[in-house]
Structures are given as structure tokens and as C-alpha cells.
């Protein structure tokens, strides 16, 4: 039988706020339950700390991720080639440029492969480029998605006024009730990186760790008070409300860390979402959770 608190890396000491230590143990949760279904290991006993909801999300969480694991599909293309040949200019809105990418480092094969069940997606190296997880969030996941978007929405009928200095929707009254309402899924989030990718997932909280010593030591304003409630290991949350936008790139994050992208809302967005790099075009309906390196 598997315990579900392990400590921590030596060199990570956990800031304990609430918010980070759900997220911690929703992810050791979640990757020791992928570890003993994937190897046949005993049952795992998850942590009182954990409710009954968020246990049965890290749980449909494990199986998806299993199943994508068991589904690999490898293309041909050199991630590591493509990531040194695109730059910030690279918006992905210029399609001559973008053929002349996909000319310098074709997929391997004519057209674009759909893909609609669990899978990850490698380069020619056998290194993951993406996690495709369908249905891996559970309708209270949804739900509670749903309900702190319309928390933010006040935030973004401003932001399309003008665009927001960073935090901007988090300096108000709402903090508390918007970083609540999303802690959930930004746990299962950070639970699901866990399992992806250990290496961004220990630095991404061993950054929020050392970020909340800091805020308290230095006094910062406001940032200990919303950090006591931030429990994601990803340390940006971007919405993109109400447009049509390009393949996924993004020039803040580097080749070798993943993204999440979702959709959110009550009515079906584009049927598909493509990489064009990878030759690959997935199925992308509600909910859906698509995990690519940030290219």
C-alpha cells in the first residue's frame, strides 16, 4: 500500500500557505496512483487533506494520463531544431513564414494527423512535445472553472477597454473569492504537471515558495495576502475571452516547459486545435485539456 506524502526534494522548502500545500499533495496524489496503476502497485491512500471532489479529480486525472501514455505518437520532425529557428517576431499570423518553418523542419508526413483520443506527442528524439488529456476534468471541475470566470468577468469587460497591468484582476476585493474559487482546478492543473514534467513542476514551486519568503520578508504590498491562496505551480493565469486566435505559441515560456490550454464557457468553441510544427490537429472541444512545450 503507497503512502500519498512523500517529502519534498531536499533542496525545496515548501512555503506552507494552504493554497500550495493542496496543490502539493493533489499532485503526490496523482502521481503515485499513475506510478501504481501504470506498474500494477497497490492501492494508494490519498490525504485528508484532499476532499472527496478534488480525490475523484486527481483519479479521472491519473486514468486519462495513463491512457495518453499508452498512446504515443511520434512525428519526425526536430523539436530542438524548430525551437532555434523561430523567434518573438514569430506570431504565427505571417502563413508565408510559417511555410517556410514547416519547409526548414517538415513533420514527416502530407497534411496534418487527427488526433482524438488520450496521446502524447514526440519528435523525432522520442522527447514529449505534447499531452493530449479529453475528458480528464470532472463536471465539478468544470462547474467550478465556470464560476470563477464569471468572478473575473467585471476584470475583463476592462481589459477590453484597455489593456491591464499584470495582476491587475487580483489588486481588488475579489482576490480571496477568485484564487478560492479556481484552487481546485489549478491544483489538478499542477497535479497533472507532476506526472508530465517533475522538473518544471518542483521549480515552479520551489519559485512560489521562495516568492512567498520573500513577500513577507520584505513586506511586499498584497503579494503574502494573495500568495496564501494561489495554488497553481504555473505562475501566470491568461484568458482569452471572446476571439479567434493563432496556434498556440508562446515566446514568454522556452521549448523545454509545457503550457495548459482550455476551453471554458457553455458553448463549443473550434472543433480542432493544430500545430502546425508537429503536423498534429487534435479534437478540442470543452474542457479538453491540451498540454504542448511553448512553441
Same mark, same amino acid.
Given at each position: ?27 503526490? $496524489? ?14 494508494? &491512500? ?7 471532489d478534488l =480525490? ?16 504515443? &505518437? ?7 531544431? #524548430? ?18 518553418? %514547416? ?11 487527427? =488526433? ?5 506527442? %514526440? *519528435?523525432?528524439?522520442?522527447? @514529449? &512535445?505534447?499531452? $493530449?488529456?479529453? *475528458?480528464?476534468?470532472? /463536471? ?25 497591468? =499584470? ?25 497533472? %504537471?507532476?506526472?508530465? +514534467?517533475?522538473?518544471? $513542476? ?17 513586506? %511586499? ?7 496564501? #491562496? ?17 496556434? +498556440?505559441? *508562446?515566446?514568454?515560456?522556452?521549448a523545454e516547459?509545457? /503550457? ?5 464557457g457553455t @458553448?463549443?468553441?473550434?472543433? *480542432? ?13 470543452? $474542457? ?8
Open positions: 500500500m503507497n503512502g500519498s506524502s512523500p517529502s519534498p526534494p531536499d533542496s525545496i522548502n515548501i512555503w506552507r500557505t494552504w493554497a500550495l500545500t493542496v496543490t502539493y499533495e493533489a499532485g503526490e $496524489y496523482t502521481e503515485q496512483k499513475f506510478k501504481a496503476e501504470k506498474t500494477g502497485g497497490g492501492p494508494v &491512500i490519498p490525504s485528508p487533506n484532499l476532499d472527496t =480525490v475523484m479529480a486527481c483519479d479521472r486525472l491519473a486514468d486519462v494520463l495513463i491512457k495518453a501514455s499508452k498512446n504515443p &505518437i511520434q512525428m519526425q520532425m526536430d523539436i530542438a531544431r #524548430y525551437s532555434k529557428l523561430i523567434s518573438p517576431k514569430d506570431t504565427g499570423h505571417n502563413e508565408n513564414r510559417e511555410a517556410r518553418l %514547416l519547409e526548414r523542419c517538415p513533420p514527416g508526413h502530407e497534411g496534418k494527423r487527427l =488526433v482524438d483520443e488520450p496521446a502524447i506527442i %514526440l *519528435d523525432a528524439s522520442g522527447a @514529449i &512535445i505534447a499531452w $493530449y488529456l479529453p *475528458d480528464a476534468l470532472t /463536471d465539478t471541475t468544470q462547474k467550478e472553472i465556470r464560476e470563477a470566470t464569471d468572478l473575473l468577468a467585471p476584470s475583463l469587460e476592462k481589459s477590453n477597454v484597455s489593456d491591464p497591468e =499584470v495582476s491587475a484582476s487580483l489588486k481588488g476585493p475579489s482576490c480571496e473569492n477568485i484564487l478560492k474559487a479556481i484552487a481546485r482546478p489549478a491544483a489538478i492543473a499542477s497535479a497533472a %504537471l507532476r506526472v508530465m +514534467h517533475p522538473e518544471q $513542476y518542483w521549480a515552479g514551486l520551489r519559485t512560489l515558495s521562495n516568492l512567498g519568503n520573500i513577500a513577507v520578508s520584505k513586506d %511586499l504590498p498584497q503579494m503574502p495576502e494573495a500568495l496564501q #491562496y494561489w495554488a497553481s505551480v504555473f505562475n501566470t493565469l491568461s484568458i482569452i475571452s471572446n476571439r479567434e486566435t493563432p496556434h +498556440h505559441r *508562446d515566446h514568454m515560456s522556452i516547459c509545457f /503550457d495548459i490550454l482550455t476551453t471554458v @458553448i463549443q468553441c473550434s472543433d *480542432d486545435n493544430a500545430k502546425p510544427s508537429a503536423g498534429v490537429q487534435v479534437q478540442f472541444r470543452l $474542457y479538453d485539456c491540451v498540454f504542448p512545450e511553448g512553441l
